[in-house]
């Protein structure tokens, strides 16, 4: 028998059937990538936190961190704001993801380029905005006293409500996509169903509808309240002072004290805390629901055996029951003054309510940031509504400064290369988690996707360490792999998302026509997927282009980039020209979304 | 049927959209206990139909009457119609038990009632322990009838199904057309189905409302439109059927007589309008047409020259060709041994009087 198995021609090629491992190859650079520049050094800043000056283990940090009541408080006071900026965003968030979510695609996608506009508009024209728009000398204020309204400025900003404005702002769309995520798959069929069965608008709604949205508020409240924790810059520039939130501490630990181990010990709180929000997450609602999976499913299967599953599905379905028949008496309430008529046409009245709700809101996501354009034309020297006179000084004092001109040259390159990067080691990445089986997907997917959900204060820092003892402190090189982490998350996604909408059989055609899988894909797939490769190369670069965490530690004074030369400028004094960089970040940012909107639409990708 | 109660009646409907006339001039009656199928190609209107009577779109003009009440502009919730939908729409979240309960809920039914009534109708479709379940944990032929039982649970005036096997594959299909037909004539319900399958139809129905863009092309029972079509697209639609070019040669009381294709001469019974000279179609069910054997005649009579011989199962096909070219189709019971004909002989083709069914050149009511 071994005669005969041993006997194979040696001319005959023999193909043997690939291992995952050896199939999965494409996936192994960007693993390599993260593992060097996001996992090792996050791990080593860990590590700092529990050794002493001496490099013993010890908890002497942690001790210091609990110690004095600043950092208690601090603690706090992030939470209560990254709290508060949860729930805003959720409950002016629903709405506008709910219209998006049953309205046509042509409207929708128009819409969705709206409240994507400040998802992609710098962080920093963003905040700049709002003190144009609510500063004392601002546009509000100015307008209010016009008015007679008020006699003295009001003080909207450099408070918390400030700071509530600007987060809920800044973090909004994030809250609107990932709900909308899990609202298109709920079949629109379910709430005429429930019309059919006799139920009015708001029992299908709060029974149905809703009990089927709340994986995605849930996933987007997480997302929200996570992102939240680690934000510096609003806070900075709109709270009052004393605002102060666990990332400014790090900041503060890092560049005026140079105290690691402190410092990573706040960053573990911080990441402690994520985790067990994720903890308390996946406990209720399941962590498939976070990809727009099922949160019934989940409950399915394991709600039933732990207490706080059970009380929340609980205690849910009563207060939606409630829901739903307060709702009902409300609509009998207007049906009596309004009667239902059989013989006649009638207009849907919370439609219309609907649409008002969720147009001031993406108004209010969209608009503020076009407020710096005006004003960076203004003769003002400081920044004040209404604007005086037409100048082109403050773009003078802009395109006239080696500083300014540098930083926007270099912000460019960095971009360019970071995004070119991410493209290298991202896309391939991409084609085996969208295409392949693998028993390690979830876990790799994860870990691809840790730079977006970690607070990237945590990131930058740990990269701060790592290239401090390398040499990379300063570097434009440094800034571009530095980015890259950041950037390459998003195209992993944005390609996945494409290819999941290919049809795989084009590439199978393609085969059995005779081309070699190099050819099919240079010839067949990526033609088709272009517009797809094209919107996550934009996305990439834009995510550098207005990075600004890793920006303000490793740049190190010689190789600044453009946001973090406005956040030098803004913290002195915030003056016109930081305004004129502002609409010339806007402008760029502008132009390569319309780009990429309009490629995609061309294409119809 | 003339003295039960309508359940439902529409007059007059109309619906555009934008430049798309989708349903136009549609007049229906159903009466109570009747099974009533929209059948049409995609697009032709019948789901837009359906989706009026269900007040999920509003018609431009025209009435739609629910147990006597005027609904044409009320809200769904209000019309007590129970509807089945083409996936079910069995919601995802809620037990089947449930999903049953809740029409009840919304009738505000005491507890007692609601597990009375959810359980009768769990024995009716014979799944009396699936109550606990997710809709998921079930297969697709438990979900239809968890739909269906989820609709009869509070006795609406009319049920409504948009492809309710459409999903389904084959032989669950054929048991489930007969499971609801069952139902149907048990509990009395009376139910408007929409279908694009003729055979599904032809099955479930005690009338059938034949319709084409975005009319009604023909309304009447199984029989009426599988064996006197009043236009080219019912006959074509419904079955096989050969449609030949005829010229009318005479008309007088009992027989029309025409010439077809290749000068055969056919006779037909007289139907409508003819008069001596017309172009018209006619048609001939395929299982209709006899193989002539030497000598023997009928009352039509075709040469053709056979060019394929088919088994497809219980029958055989034989697609032959008369002189002009007009192509001939004739089916028969599949026997042991050779087939009567080999393809390239010349044979001739034989149907009765009553087989040939005039049709008017334009399409007949409602298609023109």
């Known amino acids: 028998m071994t005669a005969i198995a041993d006997a194979t021609p040696p001319e005959a090629r023999v193909y043997?059937?690939?291992?995952?491992?050896?199939?999965?190859?494409?996936?192994?650079?960007?693993?390599?990538?993260?593992?060097?520049?996001?996992?090792?050094?996050?791990?080593?800043?860990?590590?700092?936190?529990?050794?002493?000056?001496?490099?013993?283990?010890?908890?002497?940090?942690?001790?210091?961190?609990?110690?004095?009541?600043?950092?208690?408080?601090?603690?706090?006071?992030?939470?209560?704001?990254?709290?508060?900026?949860?729930?805003?965003?959720l409950l002016a968030g629903y709405p506008v993801a709910?219209?998006?979510?049953?309205?046509?695609?042509?409207?929708?996608?128009?819409?969705?380029?709206?409240?994507?506009?400040?998802?992609?508009?710098?962080?920093l024209v963003r905040t700049f905005a709002w003190i144009v728009l609510l500063g004392r000398y601002g546009t509000i204020n100015s307008w209010l006293m016009d008015l007679g309204i008020i006699d003295a400025?009001?003080?909207?900003?450099?408070?918390f409500a400030g700071v509530m404005i600007g987060m809920s702002h800044a973090l909004m769309p994030l809250a609107v996509l990932t709900m909308l995520a899990v609202m298109r798959t709920i079949d629109p069929n379910l709430r005429n169903a429930a019309s059919t069965l006799g139920a009015r608008g708001g029992q299908s709604f709060w029974r149905i509808y809703f009990p089927l949205s709340l994986?995605?508020?849930?996933?987007?409240?997480?997302?929200?309240?996570?992102?939240?924790?680690?934000?510096?810059?609003?806070?900075?520039?709109?709270?009052g002072g004393r605002e102060i939130m666990v990332a400014q501490v790090i900041i503060e630990q890092i560049e005026e004290l140079l105290n690691w181990g402190f410092a990573g010990a706040v960053a573990v709180l911080l990441l402690a805390t994520a985790i067990i929000v994720f903890y308390v997450y996946d406990r209720l609602l399941g962590m498939s629901t976070l990809a727009g999976g099922s949160a019934a499913e989940e409950r399915a299967r394991d709600g039933s055996n732990n207490i706080i599953g059970r009380l929340g599905s609980w205690l849910g379905r009563y207060l939606i029951a409630i829901l739903g028949?307060?709702?009902?008496?409300?609509?009998?309430?207007?049906?009596?003054?309004?009667?239902?008529?059989?013989?006649?046409?009638?207009?849907?009245?919370?439609?219309?309510?609907?649409?008002?709700?969720?147009?001031?809101?993406?108004?209010?996501l969209a608009a503020p940031a076009f407020f710096v354009v005006p004003i960076s034309f203004s003769e003002n020297q400081f920044i004040e509504w209404p604007m005086k006179g037409f100048t082109l000084h403050w773009y003078e004092m802009f395109l006239g400064s080696d500083i300014w001109i540098g930083a926007m040259m270099r912000s460019f390159l960095v971009a360019f290369f970071s995004a070119a990067l991410s493209m290298i080691i991202g896309v391939p990445a991409a084609f085996v988690l969208a295409r392949q089986q693998l028993i390690f997907k979830t876990v790799a997917l994860a870990f691809i996707l840790a730079p977006?959900?970690?607070?990237?204060?945590?990131?930058?820092?740990?990269?701060?360490?790592?290239?401090?003892?390398?040499?990379?402190?300063?570097?434009?090189?440094?800034?571009?792999?530095?980015?890259?982490v950041l950037a390459v998350p998003f195209v992993v996604v944005t390609v996945m998302?494409?290819?999941?909408?290919?049809?795989?059989?084009?590439?199978?055609?393609?085969?059995?026509?005779?081309?070699?899988?190099?050819?099919?894909?240079?010839?067949?797939?990526?033609?088709?997927?272009?517009?797809g490769l094209i919107a996550a190369y934009l996305f990439a670069f834009v995510t550098s282009f207005d990075e600004l965490t890793i920006a303000l530690f490793i740049s190190g004074g010689t190789a600044t980039t453009l946001p973090k030369q406005m956040w030098t400028d803004a913290l002195l004094k915030v003056s016109p020209t930081v305004l004129a960089a502002s609409t010339v970040v806007l402008f760029f940012v502008t132009c390569m979304i319309l780009m990429a909107e309009y490629i995609r639409r061309r294409t119809g990708g | 049927m003339a003295n039960t109660k309508s359940k439902l009646r529409i007059r007059d409907l109309r619906k555009t959209y934008g430049p798309v006339v989708a349903l136009e001039g549609a007049n229906v009656d159903l009466h109570e206990g009747e099974f009533l199928t929209l059948l049409g190609p995609s697009g032709s209107g019948k789901t837009t139909m359906l989706m009026i009577i269900a007040g999920l779109t509003q018609p431009d003009s025209g009435d739609v009457w629910i147990d006597g009440k005027l609904a044409t502009y009320a809200p769904t919730f209000k019309r007590d119609i129970g509807m089945v939908f083409q996936n079910y729409a069995l919601f995802p979240h809620l037990s089947v038990y449930e999903n049953i309960a809740f029409p009840l809920r919304m009738r505000k039914a005491p507890d007692d009632v609601i597990a009375k009534e959810v359980s009768r109708v769990l024995?009716?479709?014979?799944?009396?322990?699936?109550?606990?379940?997710?809709?998921?944990?079930?297969?697709?032929?438990?979900?239809?009838?968890?739909?269906?039982?989820?609709?009869?649970?509070?006795?609406?005036?009319?049920?409504?199904?948009?492809?309710?096997?459409?999903?389904?594959?084959?032989?669950?299909?054929?048991?489930?057309q007969l499971e609801i037909k069952h139902l149907h004539t048990e509990l009395g319900i009376t139910v408007l189905y929409v279908t694009h399958d003729q055979e599904e139809a032809l099955v479930m129905s005690d009338r059938i409302c034949l319709m084409n863009e975005g009319r009604i092309s023909q309304l009447g029972t199984p029989d009426e439109l599988y064996f006197y079509p009043e236009s080219v697209f019912a006959a074509d639609f419904l079955g096989e059927s050969n449609l030949l070019d005829a010229r009318v040669v005479d008309v007088n009381n009992d027989v029309v007589h025409l010439k077809g294709p290749g000068d055969a001469v056919l006779r037909a019974g007289p139907r409508g309008e003819v008069r001596e000279g017309d172009d018209i179609k006619v048609m001939v069910r395929p299982e209709t047409i006899r193989l002539l054997g030497d000598g023997e005649e009928m009352a039509n009579v075709i040469k053709a020259k056979i060019k394929d011989v088919i088994l497809v199962g219980q029958v055989t096909k034989f697609y032959a060709e008369v002189s002009d070219g007009t192509p001939i189709t004739v089916t028969r019971l599949t026997h042991v041994g050779s087939p009567a004909a080999e393809p390239g002989s010349e044979v001739r083709f034989g149907w009765a009087e009553e087989s040939t069914v005039l049709l008017p050149k334009n399409g007949g009511r409602g298609g023109a």
């Not at chain 1, 709910?98 to 962080?123: D, G, H, M, Q």
């Not at chain 1, 607070?455 to 570097?475: K, M, Q, S």
């Not at chain 2, 649970?153 to 409504?160: A, F, N």
């Open chain 1, 98 to 123: 709910y219209l998006l979510a049953t309205i046509n695609e042509r409207k929708r996608n128009t819409l969705i380029l709206w409240v994507l506009l400040p998802f992609w508009t710098s962080f």
């Open chain 1, 153 to 159: 400025p009001l003080k909207l900003i450099y408070n």
């Open chain 1, 452 to 484: 977006l959900i970690i607070p990237r204060i945590i990131i930058a820092i740990a990269i701060f360490y790592l290239y401090a003892r390398i040499g990379l402190v300063g570097t434009s090189f440094g800034l571009v792999l530095g980015h890259t």
């Open chain 1, 497 to 531: 998302a494409v290819l999941k909408n290919y049809d795989e059989r084009l590439d199978q055609a393609a085969w059995t026509l005779g081309a070699s899988k190099a050819r099919t894909l240079w010839h067949i797939t990526f033609p088709l997927i272009q517009p």
């Open chain 1, 215 to 239: 994986p995605g508020l849930a996933a987007g409240g997480l997302l929200v309240f996570i992102t939240a924790l680690g934000f510096f810059i609003t806070p900075a520039l709109l709270g």
């Open chain 2, 123 to 176: 024995e009716i479709i014979r799944l009396p322990d699936v109550g606990d379940r997710l809709p998921r944990e079930l297969s697709g032929g438990q979900q239809q009838r968890i739909a269906l039982a989820r609709c009869i649970v509070y006795r609406p005036s009319i049920i409504l199904m948009d492809e309710p096997l459409g999903a389904l594959d084959k032989k669950l299909r054929d048991q489930l």
């Open chain 1, 325 to 364: 028949w307060i709702c009902d008496l409300f609509s009998a309430i207007v049906e009596i003054v309004r009667p239902i008529r059989a013989d006649r046409p009638r207009q849907g009245l919370s439609r219309g309510v609907l649409w008002i709700v969720a147009m001031a809101v993406i108004f209010y």
């Open chain 1, 16 to 89: 043997r059937r690939r291992s995952a491992w050896v199939a999965a190859w494409p996936l192994f650079p960007l693993l390599l990538y993260l593992g060097f520049l996001f996992l090792y050094p996050v791990g080593q800043l860990l590590w700092l936190s529990i050794l002493d000056d001496g490099g013993a283990l010890s908890s002497v940090h942690y001790t210091k961190l609990f110690a004095r009541t600043t950092y208690v408080k601090v603690l706090g006071i992030t939470f209560r704001i990254a709290a508060w900026t949860t729930l805003f965003c």
